[in-house]
């Protein structure tokens, strides 16, 4: 990962800095502001500002005039009820922005959850870094046969050192082509905006990235998911983490009644229902696709 | 306004707090935290957080790792230029919390600004207070003979008393029998989310309302308006001088470019340039309808 | 339900229209467009348009050149899975416009649903009509006293009466007095903006509302929930049949994945396994809260 | 651009449906349905489908019961009036489906409007086609020296030459590349969602994407304006002939009020208040920044 001098300078700068404020604090969040955490090759993540915390949801569903209950054990079952119950509002309140560092094929993917704000880095105006994915071997996989859009077994080592070739020198041809595009014998060349489109989308972006915690729990139940590309996961990974440091109540309520819930089709629920009630329930009489009732079997052990 | 012992109390003990942060702190704004800004006759406007400051728009901007530059007077002109030119994604990485107590039919009228959070004090679950905006007599008016949703003479006296009796007289019978409907001879009455229904909508509601600086432009750039209903323009301008304090590089820019600029149709921009090298434009050939040209010539005095 | 012969005229002349168009139809909701579906006692909901139907799902889903699949079985099958594991885009290819007339309380709850677009009637520009809701005597609950936001016991009939007679003469003084404060001795009176306020929120207002499949599904899951409040869940349901002969398929789809589904904490996940492979499971090692508990068991009858 | 023999077969069955409908239809854009508009050298912009006309923004503004007004010469001042004053709601009743192929760093740029529907080919699940932009010599222009985000003169011929020929040579490769990943030798290789990562991002993609008008203008505004990048100006160039069949009145007040219209700030109004009385007005005394002041002076010819 490349980090300039200045820049690692600047960011030692922004966590030397300490101001009084009146406004809601979280120890264990402010403690890791504006910290690297390395993600994939060259990616990071660095919360770079919050605001509020658990007892915020509260306050904001009691429309209180102080913070939360005194008693943090209320505040927690409220949350609780709340996560239970669907209100998403309440958890509109908290707001956590990051500086967040990944490849274009990857940021893809994330700008698609739309209710987000976002400043990128503009290849328009500026020059991007020669810096690509660069997968690890373990983490290279052949096309799944059972799931379209997944990964199937690891490769052979020798079908791996392959594949690695071939993106390395795709990376560094591209990008030393986008140079020459840019300019060549010192002369000024093609302009930014098109000479951009010379490269793979394995280089890196970089954005700030603001969203508030409903929004942001949308985005870690798909992308922290295990069905989630990898790419992505890893990043939804090290926010999990992050969350958990600022909300941790949010946090937990979250993993219980969406990260690890399940969600019963009316046919699942009529079916395990006669299971528990000592019948035999059959594929047949299922109400369920195949598909689904293998699922479904698989998840309750059945067979 | 009834503001409670203990509600007093909570809003003192929110005061007297104070954190030790990293994050980017505004004093100028922390002063103002919490506090009451009394609106109309029972209303009020209170932050009760902030993300961000003038130096987050311009960080954002430049996705830099550090916070905006070292020398203002360069931010400064960075946030004109992207106001200019209707840059909004960096404003939205600022983001504010209200805490508004405000009369039904202004909710009603606010709440038509999507983007913002919001969590309103809920009837269905409490008990609403008996409080109603009764106007001051100066700001009772007639309908407008000219424009269909605006004021114009201020009433008569006599006409202001009339008028401020039925306001009253109404307001205080509709709240008595609302509490007969809640509860007779001390047993429950009917449910609150039915006995809601007989409350005009002149009484006091109050929400915690949470918004982005984009989004709170454009809120402010309608609502902030000479031609806007009088009792959601006070709030609006409450909330102008809480953002001055807040931001004032962006608000600045806000005043200039969006809340006293103007917008010139291509036929406006055609008549100007007209005029001003030494042509006489006129109504017929202006390519304006007549309430256009009307619009046109008043503001620049052309008559 | 009051609706003057010219609107009468205009529906039937709207409804008599025929153009001829290239545009994915669907017969079944063409022959309810345009036509009144009372709800409550003066309240109703119209289809306005519509945009797509089940097959623009699967084409969108698909980014195909021409419709949905040849076999419909298929199509079915993939808006099931799209469903089933939360895709949510696809479903955002329908759109449908309503015009919806309905008491301002319900109208308020209503538009907490922030995604879709909004016309309403202006009581800044125009009179109101003198038409308020005025429920029935089944309809009439005592507070709920295990649920802070609901309904008990229907009210006894001369506890009804009492209610009723509240209600009506609350409405009927209300709207006179609006109508002395609009004007008097045939005099110009209080601008409409502010006469409005008088006005109880049982009176109907009624706007266009726009939305899109996946955002409707959302509404309709909360709103046609049996915890929503009657007088809501009236135009949810009307909106049910409304979807269900629009996009048959998706709106199966959503009653057994979303309507009709349960979402299970993982510590309900791990009580379910655990009582499938002949465990017994206690309240006290179920990691559950005790209303979680409760709910639990309850809904599988356990007890 | 490649169209398979069975899309264009598609493409004919949709154009020869003929449905009939009670919806508002419009004939002008019913002509142009599923029709492949050429963008660029392998892109294209199609309509799928629409909701609305200009009727139907006035009949929303009215909340009305039947379509808007007979005489059109008043539909037309209505939609004027509500552009002129910022109204959005209205425009939000009309909406619009487009099919679109685009080069991946366009699709970046779009899909920053947050507040479209969008379904796009997914690179995960399915194979890329080989299909890169590259483009026209006339087109191919050196970084502009005074816009950090803009082009400035044209290449010349010998400089066009090995600009394309790196462009060409280097999406070949990396197709080649990517198709040697996603198999060898017949077997199965590495995995679709990371084999696309090779790919530069003048690849097309193509997406289905739905909007409401309001939003569309947005978009038209930023990306039909002179300083938009060429390669999307050209998409917002379609669109434009597009919206002018769909809605004319709407498109027309567009193009007055926003397009072509000026924005000038409370100092531009100042000066040109006080130029048009005849007084001399500088730089100096202006209260713009230089650069401001240039492009004011430029736009009203001053010098």
């Not at 949350?79 to 094929?105: A, D, G, N, Q």
């Not at 987000?116 to 052949?142: D, H, M, Q, T, W």
């Not at 946090?251 to 629920?269: E, I, K």
Request: glycine share 4%; net charge neutral.
């Amino acid at each position: 990962m490349t980090i300039s001098e200045q820049q690692k300078k600047d960011i030692e700068e922004e966590k030397r800095k300490s101001f009084s404020t009146k406004r809601t604090s979280v120890d264990s969040i402010e403690e890791k502001l504006f910290t690297i955490n390395p993600v994939l090759d060259h990616g990071f993540i660095r919360v770079i500002d919050y605001m509020g915390d658990d007892s915020a949801i509260v306050q904001a569903a009691r429309v209180s005039y102080g913070s939360g209950t005194k008693k943090s054990q209320d505040d927690n079952s409220l949350i609780r009820y709340l996560m239970r119950h669907w209100h998403s509002t309440p958890f509109e309140m908290c707001e956590i922005k990051f500086h967040i560092k990944l490849p274009v094929f990857v940021a893809r993917q994330w700008i698609r959850h739309r209710t987000a704000n976002v400043n990128e880095y503009s290849a328009r105006y500026s020059i991007l870094e020669k810096e690509f994915y660069i997968p690890e071997e373990e983490n290279l996989a052949s096309q799944s046969s059972t799931n379209n859009q997944g990964r199937g077994e690891t490769l052979s080592s020798s079908e791996s050192q392959k594949v690695l070739e071939i993106l390395k020198l795709d990376s560094d041809r591209s990008y030393r082509n986008y140079e020459s595009l840019l300019s060549s014998d010192g002369k000024p060349g093609l302009a930014r905006e098109l000479a951009r489109m010379n490269l793979p989308t394995n280089i890196y972006t970089q954005w700030y990235w603001k969203t508030d915690l409903h929004n942001l729990f949308n985005f870690l139940r798909l992308r922290a998911d295990s069905h989630a590309q990898y790419e992505i996961r890893v990043y939804a990974e090290v926010i999990c983490d992050l969350v958990k440091a600022w909300v941790p109540s949010a946090y937990g309520a979250f993993v219980d009644y969406r990260l690890n819930s399940l969600n019963l089709s009316r046919q699942a629920v009529e079916c395990l229902k006669r299971k528990l009630s000592g019948d035999v329930v059959n594929y047949e009489d299922s109400g369920m696709s195949k598909r689904e009732w293998e699922e479904f079997t698989k998840c309750f052990e059945m067979r």
